[in-house]
């Protein structure tokens, strides 16, 4: 009979240990989980919403370009290569 009772008393401890481990386990995911949460928060105060193509609101990577970012006119291009002739001390001249 002493058998039965070291039995229950076997088993009960390691229902206690088993409740304990699973306790931590569950306590160390809902930390991880806020965790992820609040970099997840971050991110999106830093970087923003990821915006999809039906978004009406864009950023400077789909402006215009203004008067001052156009292409440059005939007078503001350089000269190449082909259309240089060297100088008299080496230097190129158009």
């Known amino acids: 009979m002493a058998s039965t009772s070291k039995r229950q008393q076997t088993m009960a401890k390691r229902n206690r240990e088993q409740a304990v481990k699973e306790k931590a386990a569950l306590k160390l995911e809902k930390k991880y ?4 949460e609040r970099q997840a928060k971050a991110h999106e105060e830093m970087y923003g919403h990821l915006r999809g ?6 950023g400077p990577e789909e402006t215009t370009p203004g008067p001052e970012e156009t292409t440059p006119g005939p007078e503001e291009t350089t000269a190449g290569p082909e ?6 001390e080496g230097t190129e001249q158009p």
């Open 33 to 36: 989980a806020a965790a992820r």
């Open 53 to 58: 193509p039906e978004d009406t609101i864009r």
């Open 83 to 88: 259309e240089t002739t060297p100088g008299p």
